[in-house]
């Protein structure tokens, strides 16, 4: 199966880029004065984030391609995104709040943005348990992408939910315009990280994919 | 005015040790699922 | 798609889906008593010495009120399902939207009657004065909001092995949004602050009512498709 072979490979030299990135952040990059040694977190957190919310995003497109061509490729790569966007946003819910707990002395704050982190999970688990839950393929190809939709259009209201209301958690601090605050050596390994999250999240999904094939074909042979 | 030194970085490393592991974890251990999922499906 | 038509079809479903109600009233009934007995367990929970009534009253009223939603959307599909009633209706020759803005409707109309149930009880129960008018706007705007999306994923739901696990699983993050802004309203016009105060969430609801119920007119066809 040359796609899973290929997403291997991919995911592979993502890996060892991350063990790269491990490196580098951790030892190659200047300490920030005001929070220590956690803010370094910030290298994997942020990266993680920004493939969380786009592979939803990706899952939203998916879903309004599928529901137009009915393309079982298409599901399939929606399903794929979906699950490793869950991964995602598992580490950032993670890792929020072991970053949260010494800078700002609480484990959890409803906050808006951990908020929003947290039902961008809710939103991607309900994706994956409705799937779990149709047997017939067409089904649920239709109803995930209905699914995968509206979840895709709630976003931009979190987004407006996140700048209405002043919060705890630091303001975005990379891209803003016109003001990069982050110094040189911080943005280079800031953008190495997102680099290497990009290349985990294409290797995981060609692999998820493969197996979603697989699987199909299995279903397909069963039924003969 | 005589010269303060700011102070020093709070020290809370074991913080970032926990994430960074944990990241690492996360990520070999899907990488370990897809692996044995696929091998699963392969199996005829 | 004529408007008056899609209108009239819809209106001709949600007054079917209504009269089998009125006639069994065990659903209305059933959901009536849940939310006397949320609201007995608030008060039983709560340490009176804590918190103030007015400071609780908007939680209590929107966890009462979502729950009893979730309730009442189970069974919006439910009737269908008995007697396979949804082919004949598919068969129909009317617009899958009507369909939908009829299961809509008669939904709205269910959850309001909880709700009007529900607003004087909590009045009486734990002592506010909540029947104030621009708070009924807010009640109405985030119902809306969560009955449209919540209508369309029953009709998934609903022939699912867990239907009533999946239903509220699935609409939970849809739920949220404007429950934080209804309650948050419901805060600050219960504290006796002017409506000017609260235009920007109201705003914010009105639009996430009109995407939803459109995107939800739009998406529907598609979990009926055979």
């Known amino acids: ?224 | 005015m005589p010269q303060v030194p700011p102070p020093p970085p709070p020290q809370n490393s074991g913080y970032m040790v926990a994430a960074y592991v944990l990241v690492g974890a996360i990520l070999i251990g899907y990488t370990l699922s897809l692996y044995l999922r696929a091998r699963r499906s392969l199996r005829p | 798609m004529r408007s008056p038509e899609l209108l009239r079809h819809a209106w001709a479903i949600a007054a079917k889906d209504l009269l089998v109600e009125l006639r069994s009233r065990t659903a209305i009934l059933s959901v009536a008593t849940f939310v006397v007995l949320v609201l007995m367990v608030f008060n039983f929970g709560r340490d009176q010495t804590a918190v103030s009534n007015i400071d609780l009253a908007p939680s209590i009223l929107w966890v009462t009120f979502t729950f009893s939603g979730v309730l009442a959307l189970n069974r919006a599909f439910e009737i269908e399902l008995e007697n396979q009633a949804l082919d004949g209706l598919l068969l129909a020759p009317i617009d899958r939207g009507s369909i939908y803005l009829g299961k809509l409707i008669a939904n709205l109309i269910f959850v309001a009657t909880i709700e009007v149930i529900g607003l004087p009880l909590i009045a009486l129960f734990f002592n506010v004065r909540v029947l104030v008018a621009p708070l009924v706007l807010v009640i109405a705007l985030a119902t809306v909001g969560f009955v449209a999306v919540g209508t369309l994923f029953s009709a998934m739901t609903v022939r699912t092995r867990f239907a009533e696990l999946l239903l509220p699983v699935l609409l939970l993050p849809f739920m949220i949004l404007p429950l934080r802004w209804a309650a948050l309203t419901t805060g600050l016009l219960l504290a006796g602050r002017p409506l000017s105060e609260v235009q920007g969430w109201l705003n914010m609801l009105a639009v996430y009512d009109v995407v939803f119920v459109v995107l939800a007119i739009l998406l529907f066809p598609a979990t009926v498709n055979e």
């Open chain 1, 1 to 224: 199966m040359t796609s899973l072979r290929a997403g291997r490979w991919i995911t592979a030299v993502a890996l060892l880029l991350l063990a790269g990135v491990y490196v580098r952040a951790l030892a190659y990059t200047p300490i920030e004065a005001s929070q220590g040694l956690a803010q370094k977190i910030f290298y994997v957190h942020v990266p993680a984030a920004i493939w969380a919310e786009t592979a939803m995003i990706l899952v939203g497109l998916a879903s309004v391609f599928y529901l137009f061509t009915k393309d079982p490729r298409v599901d399939r790569f929606a399903a794929s995104s979906a699950e490793v966007g869950t991964i995602f946003c598992a580490i950032v819910l993670t890792t929020g709040p072991i970053w949260g707990k010494p800078i700002w002395g609480t484990w959890w704050s409803w906050d808006a943005r951990l908020t929003f982190t947290l039902f961008l999970f809710l939103l991607y688990v309900g994706y994956l348990l409705l799937r779990s839950a149709v047997a017939d393929p067409g089904a649920r190809a239709r109803f995930a992408a209905v699914v995968g939709i509206c979840g895709a259009c709630e976003v931009p209201f979190i987004h407006l939910s996140v700048y209405m209301f002043p919060t705890l958690h630091p303001m975005p601090i990379v891209l803003q315009p016109g003001r990069p605050r982050l110094p040189g050596s911080m943005l280079s390994t800031w953008l190495f990280s997102l680099g290497v999250f990009t290349l985990l999240y294409v290797g995981f999904v060609v692999q998820r994919y493969a197996i979603g094939q697989l699987r199909e074909h299995q279903e397909g042979m069963a039924e003969r």
